[in-house]
């Protein structure tokens, strides 16, 4: 088995006369789709004589990379292998049975409709033809020159004939009528039909031909071509059922796939796997960064820095003591560790631009830890928590879930990377009748948001929760308090009760208290902060 980059080159430039070129198709066997991108492998299988040929493969789609594929042969030693603009030679390849069948069924349904149509005008014209024998027979009973008694014979004669032609006619519209019923359920199913030859067809435009040039021995060529395309995508998606009743989370997984790469993948193998081919794979590189120094102004300020091109300029005026906000964690959707994947047991069709396919992947059960979680700084109510552990073989990789509650839609959420063993927390949706509230008293030294003069500040805050439900419920409440890195900034703290935990998670400052609150109680969380810096310096509050 040999590899081959494609060449762009014409292929008789680059390769001997051929004995014959032979026209093969080469569908889509397998593919191995990535978060971003996609691997699409194609395979064809023929008998040829022994001795030197063209392979000719049409129907790549517009967009195929010649520097990303690659092609495969056994059975046959490889030759020059080119893509190329259009077809190379006439296609005399036959139809699927598929879309033979289809076209064969909307053919059918066209010439129904076109004879039930001239069934219907062939009576309607019958009914015409008597209404214009009753017109010409009034004409004629009115012309002149009529003897008496010729007028009396021809009265009763085209009175009879009249009489004739309208019950012809009244017939006629009514056998119209009944012929013409039905009409729109025959107009549906033809549309139907052609819809299902349109999903049928490959997708419009005139592709890309591979040649390849082989020299086949006695055995059967089969060869695999492998190229990547960039217009693919598939995400994880989940579903949540939380019971609160009987503390259960139910977790099911599955995976949205979608593309664009031009053709439609048919009865394809199906590969997910979360390695990101499309994406930075080296780490990134530094540059010197190369510090200056220079007399500031008198009214130079902080917000004068600036850095440039890889060179930072940092004024050496004394900058203002601050204290500092409590740091905060955004984790980004990472595919670390190794790679992840994903071959699902049936065969899948997934249409060019116009499927987002959905796959069940499987169900787990969780045990949950459930809760009222209430952040008063933040929120005016407290939210339904389930906080449990990944009890999966494998990490449960970024993306979507829909939540239920009780077995109701409670919302959308994004589960992030979760590895095996590791705390994974979802939110279900408020709970009505936790009243949370934020409350801050006057403060010593002026009120909330004001600079203050001198070099001690006393800041407190209440954090309250009712509870106006008729249950108990374990409660975790969340507040904070400002941290900093300078020296010459001290920050001290307590709280009545105090905090079950403290830095959650690593975060600087954020606090956690725990408890369990009953019907109709009310509890409060008493906060008290005190500030101190050198005189003559000044603190902005940001708490």
């Given at each position: 088995?040999?590899?081959?980059?494609?060449?762009?080159?014409?292929?008789?430039?680059?390769?001997?006369a051929?004995?014959?070129?032979?026209?093969?198709?080469?569908?889509?066997?397998?593919?191995?789709?990535?978060?971003?991108g996609?691997?699409?492998?194609?395979?064809?299988?023929?008998?040829?004589?022994?001795?030197?040929?063209?392979l000719?493969?049409?129907?790549?789609?517009?967009?195929?990379?010649?520097?990303?594929?690659?092609?495969?042969?056994?059975?046959?030693?490889?030759g020059?292998?080119s893509?190329q603009?259009?077809?190379?030679?006439?296609?005399?390849?036959?139809?699927?049975p598929?879309?033979?069948a289809?076209?064969?069924?909307?053919?059918?349904?066209?010439?129904?409709?076109?004879?039930?149509?001239?069934?219907?005008?062939?009576?309607?014209?019958?009914a015409?033809?008597?209404?214009?024998?009753?017109?010409?027979?009034?004409?004629?009973?009115e012309?002149?020159?009529?003897?008496?008694?010729?007028?009396?014979t021809?009265?009763?004669?085209?009175?009879?004939?009249?009489?004739?032609?309208?019950?012809?006619a009244?017939a006629?519209?009514?056998?119209?009528?009944?012929?013409?019923?039905?009409?729109?359920?025959?107009?549906?199913?033809?549309?139907?039909?052609?819809?299902?030859?349109?999903?049928?067809?490959?997708?419009?435009?005139?592709?890309?031909?591979?040649?390849v040039?082989?020299?086949?021995?006695?055995?059967?060529?089969?060869?695999?071509?492998?190229?990547?395309?960039?217009d693919?995508?598939?995400?994880?998606?989940y579903d949540?059922?939380?019971?609160?009743?009987?503390?259960?989370?139910?977790?099911?997984r599955g995976?949205?796939?979608?593309?664009?790469?031009?053709?439609?993948?048919?009865?394809?193998?199906?590969m997910?796997?979360?390695?990101r081919p499309?994406?930075?794979?080296?780490?990134?590189?530094?540059?010197p960064?190369?510090?200056?120094?220079?007399?500031?102004?008198?009214?130079?300020?902080?917000?004068?820095?600036?850095?440039?091109?890889?060179?930072?300029?940092?004024?050496?005026a004394?900058?203002?003591?601050?204290?500092?906000?409590?740091?905060?964690?955004?984790?980004?959707?990472?595919?670390?560790?190794?790679?992840?994947?994903?071959?699902?047991?049936?065969?899948?069709?997934?249409?060019?631009?116009?499927?987002?396919?959905?796959?069940?992947?499987?169900?787990?059960?969780?045990?949950?830890?459930?809760?009222?979680?209430?952040?008063?700084?933040?929120?005016?109510?407290?939210?339904?928590?389930?906080?449990?552990?990944?009890s999966?073989?494998d990490?449960?990789?970024?993306?979507?879930?829909?939540?239920?509650?009780d077995?109701?839609?409670?919302?959308?959420?994004?589960?992030?990377?979760?590895?095996?063993?590791?705390?994974?927390q979802?939110?279900?949706?408020p709970?009505?009748?936790?009243?949370?509230?934020?409350?801050?008293?006057?403060?010593?030294?002026?009120?909330?948001?004001?600079?203050?003069?001198?070099?001690?500040a006393?800041?407190?805050?209440?954090?309250?929760?009712?509870?106006?439900?008729?249950?108990?419920?374990?409660?975790?409440?969340?507040?904070?308090?400002?941290?900093?890195?300078?020296?010459?900034?001290?920050?001290?703290?307590?709280?009545?009760?105090?905090?079950?935990t403290?830095?959650?998670?690593?975060?600087?400052?954020?606090?956690?208290?725990?408890?369990?609150?009953?019907?109709?109680?009310v509890?409060?969380?008493?906060?008290?902060?005190d500030?101190?810096?050198?005189?003559?310096?000044?603190?902005?509050?940001?708490?």
């Amino acid at each position: 088995m040999r590899f081959f980059l494609i060449s762009t080159a014409v292929a008789a430039l680059c390769s001997p006369a051929f004995a014959d070129q032979i026209e093969t198709a080469a569908p889509v066997r397998e593919v191995t789709v990535f978060p971003w991108g996609a691997s699409v492998t194609r395979s064809a299988e023929l008998t040829v004589p022994a001795g030197k040929h063209e392979l000719v493969i049409p129907g790549l789609p517009e967009g195929t990379d010649p520097a990303t594929l690659r092609v495969t042969a056994d059975g046959a030693v490889l030759g020059a292998v080119s893509l190329q603009e259009g077809r190379a030679l006439p296609s005399d390849a036959g139809k699927t049975p598929e879309i033979a069948a289809a076209e064969a069924e909307v053919n059918r349904l066209e010439t129904a409709l076109l004879e039930r149509d001239a069934r219907v005008n062939a009576i309607l014209a019958r009914a015409q033809a008597a209404e214009d024998t009753v017109a010409f027979l009034l004409a004629m009973a009115e012309s002149d020159g009529l003897a008496q008694s010729d007028i009396a014979t021809l009265a009763n004669s085209v009175g009879a004939e009249i009489l004739k032609a309208r019950e012809t006619a009244i017939a006629a519209n009514t056998e119209a009528a009944a012929a013409a019923q039905g009409r729109d359920d025959a107009e549906r199913a033809l549309e139907n039909a052609r819809a299902r030859l349109d999903a049928l067809r490959p997708p419009e435009g005139e592709g890309r031909t591979l040649v390849v040039a082989i020299e086949a021995g006695a055995e059967p060529v089969r060869l695999s071509v492998t190229s990547l395309t960039a217009d693919a995508q598939w995400e994880p998606i989940y579903d949540a059922w939380l019971q609160r009743e009987a503390k259960t989370l139910t977790l099911d997984r599955g995976l949205m796939i979608a593309q664009n790469s031009g053709e439609d993948w048919r009865d394809v193998k199906l590969m997910l796997s979360n390695s990101r081919p499309a994406d930075q794979t080296a780490p990134s590189v530094l540059t010197p960064i190369f510090e200056e120094t220079y007399k500031p102004s008198a009214d130079k300020r902080m917000s004068d820095y600036s850095y440039d091109e890889g060179s930072a300029r940092v004024a050496m005026a004394p900058a203002p003591v601050m204290a500092e906000a409590a740091s905060v964690i955004t984790a980004g959707i990472q595919y670390a560790g190794e790679v992840v994947t994903y071959v699902y047991p049936e065969p899948v069709t997934i249409r060019d631009g116009v499927d987002a396919l959905r796959l069940e992947l499987d169900t787990h059960q969780l045990t949950p830890e459930i809760r009222a979680e209430a952040v008063p700084t933040r929120d005016s109510t407290a939210y339904l928590v389930a906080e449990t552990t990944n009890s999966l073989d494998d990490l449960l990789l970024p993306g979507r879930v829909t939540l239920y509650r009780d077995g109701l839609l409670a919302g959308q959420s994004r589960i992030e990377q979760t590895p095996t063993r590791d705390r994974l927390q979802l939110g279900f949706g408020p709970i009505d009748g936790m009243k949370v509230e934020y409350q801050i008293p006057k403060e010593a030294t002026g009120d909330r948001g004001i600079l203050s003069k001198s070099n001690t500040a006393t800041r407190s805050a209440i954090l309250r929760v009712s509870n106006l439900t008729n249950e108990s419920w374990p409660l975790r409440v969340i507040g904070q308090v400002p941290v900093t890195r300078q020296d010459d900034l001290k920050i001290g703290w307590s709280s009545t009760p105090e905090p079950t935990t403290q830095d959650r998670d690593g975060q600087r400052g954020i606090l956690e208290w725990d408890s369990t609150i009953a019907p109709a109680q009310v509890q409060d969380i008493s906060l008290t902060i005190d500030l101190n810096w050198p005189d003559g310096m000044s603190i902005l509050g940001n708490y």
